[in-house]
């Protein structure tokens, strides 16, 4: 990861600490929660913070839509 | 990430080219740049922004393209020759070597006109230049335009200042300014991407959902369909049975009614024949009547016949007799003549002269005499015989005659009673081959059965229309229901997917936003701390909106009270947010000893010495005292540049050993 900044780690800590508390919980598996793994998660994290100063964002949209895609396939 | 160098050829004040070299040691990360007011320090920020981003501006005002341009080159340059503007930045991030060049080929024509328009180039690592539509991703990966007044801060400005610490109206632009320096824009963007997947998933299923809830009233709707069709098929079918029962019926009474034709032929026929009997047996009848009349009451008329024979016989015999008279009187004529004849030499008949002789005469008249004896007795004898007979048995010869004229009629109208008989015979035998038919019962129950035939066929039309108007309305719902619409589960799982992604970011952003935060103010409190002489302070408190107060040892919390303040919580303001979000930092900062005094222009550079940044500081010749400063900076500055002023179209610029 180039931007090994205190904002990304901020950024990726956060999300992976609110997903690991999602994946504990209840909350998601009345709804057909779609689980992401945590490494998922941080290359989404990591795609987005690619593109912060990029006009567009098809870093994170093209990952998200390609595990998104992955996700419903396995479905 | 680190400027390298920075190249300027014929750029605003800095005629020819000069090159300043940014590449410091960590432990000497200070830059010095020193000159006079208007010689050409703020021209170097001028200089990296127009490299990077094409333009630059003074305070909110864009600098027009031939202002940058060194009047002096310009003016020197021969017509219709070029003059050519052109800044290098090089920079390093991620070990790799950035170099951007923005050129501007001024073509000087004879009227003084300049044409043309400045292109970048940028070679990654030396290598050749990437394409031109991809440079401004490279300078935004670099340093964001947005953003990049933070790191060309210029402390001549009090507004810059008082943007980055207000807690009024301002704040809500260094807000902005901030959350993006922090990416926070980038994290809500996506987010709102997010939620537009999640909504355009969200539609689609509830769209499908409402296609569910309409295929199921379809669903449905085609059942009672099938149902209706099937009742209509089921009336149907009675009624085609229906139709042709009475079609069979009708097709076996037609079958009858052609007999009934003949039924009724024959019928006529015999009504004819037995009128006929009746009549002759009522004139035979009548006629026997009359033949009793004529007949006397003491005679048996069955035996009338046998009399009548009789009779005839007598009759015969009569007029036997009355001929054998006549015969007898032409005998005796004869006899007569003859004897005349036999007196005379003539004939008595034709005066002729007959040589006959009266011998054979003699003969022939004694011929006749025996003749006319036996015939005259026979008369005489049989004559009045059989009328003695007759009048013995009582009959009148004219009653008896017209009693027979009358039998003869009797008997011919027998025969023609036994001819009718005959027939009518024949026509009862010929219409008992054909049974018992009933013809008016026959008629009735054929209008019965056409009706019924009738009523049936528009039934069946009326019914057939209708199952094809059911078939046709079955088919459009199972068109209509194999379309879909139900909610796919690949479908529902990516509306799941982009729901928890979005939970997920949005949550994460608000932690991410406030964990930040706390870190800048962290940072911003660090340098504030090693800055600010008054050790009251003992940091800095910054709100949602990056409005900065003063924190107070007891907790409390103060507002900024002077320009000092602001200057020193705005430096540490960026300190905070590059340590944050730069894995690198510089700072271009001018006029930074601005407001400041002794104290706080030491501590200031202790700060740009210790900070972690490379820190390049604009400042006024007469702000730098070798002797004092040193010893603020340490070993902390790693270059000094002088900046000279030629004349009012040229400056120079010189590192100072």
């Given at each position: 990861m180039s931007d090994d900044t205190v904002a990304y780690q901020h950024l990726l800590s956060t999300l992976l600490e609110i997903h690991a508390k999602n994946r504990s919980s209840n909350d998601f598996e009345d709804v057909d929660f779609v689980d992401f793994s945590e490494t998922e998660i941080q290359q989404l994290a990591e795609s987005l913070w690619a593109n912060r100063?990029?006009?567009?964002r098809t870093d994170f949209q093209d990952l998200v839509g390609k595990l998104v895609a992955e996700k419903t396939v396995q479905k | 990430m680190k400027i390298l160098s920075l190249k300027l050829t014929n750029f605003m004040s800095y005629k020819g080219t000069h090159e300043i070299n940014f590449d410091v040691p960590d432990a000497s990360p200070v830059i010095l740049f020193l000159g006079?007011?208007?010689?050409g320090k703020t021209t170097i920020q001028h200089a990296a922004r127009w490299c990077l981003y094409g333009e630059t501006n003074y305070k909110e005002r864009k600098i027009p393209l031939f202002d940058l341009l060194n009047r002096k080159s310009y003016e020197a340059a021969p017509a219709a020759s070029e003059v050519d503007m052109e800044v290098v930045l090089e920079w390093e991030d991620s070990k790799k070597n950035y170099e951007l060049t923005r050129t501007w080929s001024v073509k000087k024509d004879s009227s003084g006109w300049v044409t043309g328009s400045a292109t970048p180039s940028l070679r990654i690592d030396h290598k050749n230049p990437v394409p031109t539509t991809a440079i401004p991703e490279y300078v935004q990966r670099f340093l964001a335009k947005e953003i990049s007044h933070f790191f060309f801060f210029?402390?001549?400005?009090q507004d810059e200042f008082d943007k980055m610490t207000s807690?009024?109206?301002?704040a809500s632009f260094i807000k902005s300014e901030i959350e993006k320096t922090l990416s926070i824009p980038v994290i809500t963007e996506a987010i709102n991407w997010l939620h537009g997947k999640e909504s355009s998933e969200s539609t689609a299923i509830e769209k499908a959902n409402r296609d569910n809830a309409k295929i199921a009233q379809y669903a449905f709707d085609k059942e009672q369909a099938l149902k209706e069709k099937t009742v209509l098929e089921n009336e149907l079918k009675i009624q085609m049975e229906k139709r042709e029962k009475a079609r069979t019926a009708i097709a076996e009474l037609n079958k009858k009614i052609g007999n009934i034709e003949e039924v009724q032929g024959l019928t006529a026929s015999l009504n004819i024949e037995t009128g006929k009997i009746d009549a002759i047996t009522s004139q035979r009848r009548e006629i026997f009547s009359n033949i009793k009349d004529h007949?006397?009451?003491?005679?048996?008329l069955p035996n009338s016949k046998y009399l009548l024979k009789v009779w005839k016989t007598a009759q015969d015999s009569k007029n036997e007799y009355e001929k054998a008279e006549e015969s007898a009187r032409s005998y005796l004529r004869n006899i007569e003549l003859l004897s005349e004849l036999e007196n005379?030499?003539?004939?008595?008949?034709?005066?002729s002269v007959h040589d006959n002789t009266p011998e054979s005469v003699k003969n022939r008249k004694i011929d006749l005499q025996k003749k006319f004896d036996e015939v005259s007795g026979k008369y005489d004898l049989g004559f009045q015989g059989v009328m003695e007979l007759l009048s013995l048995m009582g009959f009148e010869t004219m009653k008896v005659s017209k009693a027979i004229d009358l039998q003869k009629e009797y008997d011919e109208l027998g025969a023609r009673l036994a001819k009718a008989k005959n027939a009518a015979t024949e026509v009862r035998n010929r219409l008992s081959?054909?049974?018992?038919?009933d013809v008016k019962e026959s008629m009735v129950n054929m209008r019965a059965f056409t009706q019924n035939e009738e009523e049936a066929t528009r039934s069946i039309n009326s019914y057939q229309e209708d199952i094809k108007k059911k078939a046709s309305l079955i088919e459009s719902l199972e068109s209509a229901i194999s379309k879909g619409g139900t909610v796919s589960p690949e479908k529902q799982a990516a509306y799941n997917a982009f729901r928890y992604l979005r939970f997920l970011f949005t949550s994460g952003k608000e932690s991410y936003a406030n964990l930040v935060r706390q870190q800048v103010e962290t940072f911003a409190s660090e340098s504030f701390n090693s800055i600010i002489?008054?050790?009251?302070?003992?940091g800095l408190k910054i709100n949602d909106s990056y409005g900065v107060d003063l924190l107070m040892k007891d907790g409390k919390i103060e507002p900024l009270r002077s320009t000092g303040q602001a200057k020193i919580s705005a430096i540490s303001l960026i300190n905070g947010l590059i340590k944050t979000a730069m894995p690198e930092g510089f700072i271009l900062m001018d006029?930074?000893?601005?407001?400041?005094d002794m104290g706080h222009r030491r501590e200031v550079c202790k700060w740009a010495s210790n900070s972690g940044l490379k820190v390049s500081l604009f400042m006024?010749?007469?702000?730098?005292d070798r002797n004092i400063d040193s010893e603020f900076f340490g070993n902390g500055i790693g270059r000094i540049y002088r900046i000279h002023k030629v004349d009012d179209n040229e400056s120079s610029i010189s590192v100072e050993v």
């Open positions: 100063f990029s006009e567009s | 006079e007011n208007g010689h210029n402390g001549e400005i807690n009024d109206d301002g007949l006397s009451t003491n005679v048996w005379s030499a003539t004939c008595p008949l034709c005066n081959l054909h049974g018992n038919v002489s008054d050790k009251k302070f003992v006029t930074p000893f601005g407001s400041l006024h010749s007469g702000e730098f």
